[in-house]
């Protein structure tokens, strides 16, 4: 029997299954289960995914889903699932939907009233978080900072005052260059942890002050995933005045945000709500 056993009668199930982030063998039980036995996998590469499955001797058909090709495969998989196909989606490492082009397709599924089903599993974040050694009671995951423009330097300046441990994704080439404005940003004395190829054979902890692990990797450029994790702030830090929070608006108009955007960045990260925000801008532009 299939895995899409309906919560509607003749509808199939998105199966929402995390992958190891590194070693093979945190592979859980269901999620061979599942695999083995949905009608189609969709992998972020099905090169990767391949691996996998003949690790675990999973059979199943495999089809590409990722940022350059998802959203166009997207009715189709809502129009299988009606027809009671059930479906795994995967990412190539830790759990979909998270930083991850699978998200689309999770809010397409839940909006047209299909079900969704989340197994849990290995995840990058909630392994450096822990392993990191700083508060885990409240934390902040904002993924990939953006490149440059489109808010950065909003969002670098905001984590300033933030008082919940802070995860973030780098790649190696910018990890140097990352940490370094953070120093900037943040405080270069801010305690920091590179949590680097985590469960692999590789795995490395680099641990230090956000100036000091700026100098680290710009002299010995790293390789393989990253995650970088900060502690809160723990020294009083002035909360952003008027003028701070015009400035915020301002950089991020400037570099091409929308303004629904620019009230909920902006807002997420005062005690203002979003359309008080929404209409301060709104009032600068009359």
């Given at each position: 029997?299939?895995?899409?056993?309906?919560?509607?009668?003749?509808?199939?199930?998105?199966?929402?299954?995390?992958?190891?982030?590194?070693?093979?063998?945190?592979?859980?039980?269901?999620?061979?289960?599942?695999?083995?036995?949905?009608?189609?996998?969709?992998?972020?590469?099905?090169?990767?995914?391949?691996?996998?499955?003949?690790?675990?001797?999973?059979?199943?058909?495999?089809?590409?889903?990722?940022?350059?090709?998802?959203?166009?495969?997207?009715?189709?998989?809502?129009?299988?699932?009606?027809?009671?196909?059930?479906?795994?989606?995967?990412?190539?490492?830790?759990?979909?939907?998270?930083?991850?082009?699978?998200?689309?397709?999770?809010?397409?599924?839940?909006?047209?009233?299909?079900?969704?089903?989340?197994?849990?599993?290995?995840?990058?974040?909630?392994?450096?978080?822990?392993?990191?050694?700083?508060?885990?009671?409240?934390?902040?995951?904002?993924?990939?900072?953006?490149?440059?423009?489109?808010?950065?330097?909003?969002?670098?300046?905001?984590?300033?005052?933030?008082?919940?441990?802070?995860?973030?994704?780098?790649?190696?080439?910018?990890?140097?260059?990352?940490?370094?404005?953070?120093?900037?940003?943040?405080?270069?004395?801010?305690?920091?942890?590179?949590?680097?190829?985590?469960?692999?054979?590789?795995?490395?902890?680099?641990?230090?002050?956000?100036?000091?692990?700026?100098?680290?990797?710009?002299?010995?450029?790293?390789?393989?995933?990253?995650?970088?994790?900060?502690?809160?702030?723990?020294?009083?830090?002035?909360?952003?005045?008027?003028?701070?929070?015009?400035?915020?608006?301002?950089?991020?108009?400037?570099?091409?945000?929308?303004?629904?955007?620019?009230?909920?960045?902006?807002?997420?990260r005062t005690s203002l709500s979003s359309s008080v925000v929404y209409r301060m801008i709104l009032d600068r532009k009359t």
């Amino acid at each position: 029997m299939k895995a899409g056993s309906q919560l509607k009668k003749g509808i199939g199930t998105l199966y929402i299954v995390p992958t190891p982030i590194g070693n093979l063998e945190d592979m859980t039980f269901r999620a061979v289960r599942v695999l083995q036995s949905v009608d189609c996998i969709l992998a972020e590469d099905t090169r990767q995914t391949a691996i996998l499955c003949r690790r675990y001797e999973i059979l199943t058909r495999r089809v590409s889903f990722n940022e350059h090709n998802g959203q166009g495969k997207i009715p189709w998989i809502l129009e299988q699932m009606n027809a009671g196909m059930a479906f795994a989606l995967v990412s190539d490492a830790g759990c979909p939907g998270i930083s991850d082009p699978g998200e689309p397709l999770i809010g397409q599924v839940v909006a047209a009233g299909l079900p969704l089903e989340v197994l849990p599993g290995p995840s990058s974040v909630t392994t450096a978080l822990v392993g990191s050694a700083f508060s885990t009671n409240r934390f902040l995951f904002e993924g990939f900072l953006p490149r440059k423009g489109k808010g950065r330097n909003v969002i670098l300046q905001s984590l300033r005052s933030e008082e919940r441990t802070i995860v973030l994704f780098e790649s190696p080439p910018r990890l140097s260059a990352t940490l370094d404005d953070l120093a900037q940003a943040i405080a270069p004395h801010r305690l920091a942890v590179v949590a680097r190829e985590l469960t692999k054979i590789h795995e490395s902890w680099h641990r230090g002050t956000l100036a000091e692990l700026a100098r680290l990797f710009a002299a010995t450029p790293p390789r393989g995933e990253m995650v970088i994790v900060i502690e809160g702030a723990t020294e009083l830090v002035t909360p952003p005045d008027d003028a701070m929070v015009e400035q915020w608006i301002a950089t991020a108009l400037n570099e091409g945000m929308g303004v629904k955007e620019v009230a909920r960045m902006v807002a997420g990260r005062t005690s203002l709500s979003s359309s008080v925000v929404y209409r301060m801008i709104l009032d600068r532009k009359t």
